[in-house]
């Protein structure tokens, strides 16, 4: 199993940009495809982004298509997930989370098996 800590996370305006960063450890991170969601308050967990074991396909919920981008460093155990053109509707508290699924971009909660324990993003007007 691999543990998950985000980073990153902050207060800002509309329009300003954050970069979040979860770090893994435990077993190899490459193994693992990754996945951010956000939980708004009083709103169900909802996919954002995710990134395959290589990262080289990734999967983004269209309502931040354009806007936020996931990456990851296998050689740091590090996956990222940069966001910019923030809106009031971003905030939410953003968490990671991993994957053993192979050969395809995982894209909902049940796919994923190891969570970090979030993050907090808060958007402005």
């Known amino acids: 199993q691999v543990h998950l800590v985000e980073s990153g996370g902050g207060l800002v305006q509309t329009g300003d940009s954050l970069r979040l960063s979860c770090l893994a450890s435990?077993?190899?991170?490459?193994?693992?495809?990754m996945g951010w969601f956000r939980q708004a308050p009083g709103k169900d967990r909802e996919f954002v982004a995710s990134?395959?074991?290589?990262?080289?396909?990734?999967h983004y919920t269209i309502s931040v298509k354009g806007r936020f981008t996931i990456s990851r460093d296998n050689a740091k155990n590090t996956v990222y997930l940069s966001m910019t053109a923030l809106k009031p509707e971003d905030t939410a508290v953003y968490y990671c989370?991993?994957?053993?699924?192979?050969?395809?971009?995982?894209?909902?909660?049940?796919?994923?098996?190891?969570w970090g324990r979030g993050t907090q993003v808060s958007v402005s007007s």
């Open positions: 989370a991993a994957s053993i699924l192979q050969s395809t971009v995982p894209s909902v909660a049940a796919d994923f098996r190891s």
């Open positions: 435990g077993r190899s991170f490459s193994d693992y495809a």
């Open positions: 990134i395959t074991q290589s990262g080289g396909s990734t």
